[in-house]
Nanobody
Framework: QVQLVESGGGLVQAGGSLRLSCEAS????????MAWFRQTPGKEREFVAG????????DYADSVKGRFTTSRDNAKNTVYLQMNSLKAEDTAVYHC???????????????????WGQGTQVTVSS
């Protein structure tokens, strides 16, 4: 079965950095657009970043542009989220998601994604 497993979360001070990883199994990774979403209690999942199947195209939420970078290694079935200049408002559970698509379009709607990881907690102290 398909599994997405995130790692790399933790507690960091404001201004610090973290690198999240998401390793996929049970699917042909190169056929899937990948994305990162985050969620805080009582709120809907929020799109953070997306990356196309080949890794050529990326998209970011306005709130993280210039601070976060997503990348992927298709040989390792892994997608990454490098988070720099972290702020207290970045505190959330971060989930990776996979979307099977033949198109080049990246989607920011959580409903468009087929598979999800369990998430990893990121806590930024101010």
């Amino acid at each position: 079965q398909v599994q997405l497993v995130e790692s790399g979360g933790g507690l960091v001070q404001a201004g610090g950095s973290l690198r999240l990883s998401c390793e996929a199994s049970g699917l042909t990774f190169g056929n899937y657009h990948m994305a990162w979403f985050r969620q805080t209690p009582g709120k809907e999942r929020e799109f953070v970043a997306g990356i196309s199947r080949s890794g050529i195209n990326t998209d970011y939420a306005d709130s993280v542009k210039g601070r976060f970078t997503t990348s992927r290694d298709n040989a390792k079935n892994t997608v990454y989220l490098q988070m720099n200049s972290l702020k207290a408002e970045d505190t959330a559970v971060y989930h990776c998601a996979a979307r099977l698509s033949a198109s080049y379009a990246l989607k920011t709607n959580a409903n468009a994604y087929n598979f999800w990881g369990q998430g990893t907690q990121v806590t930024v102290s101010s």
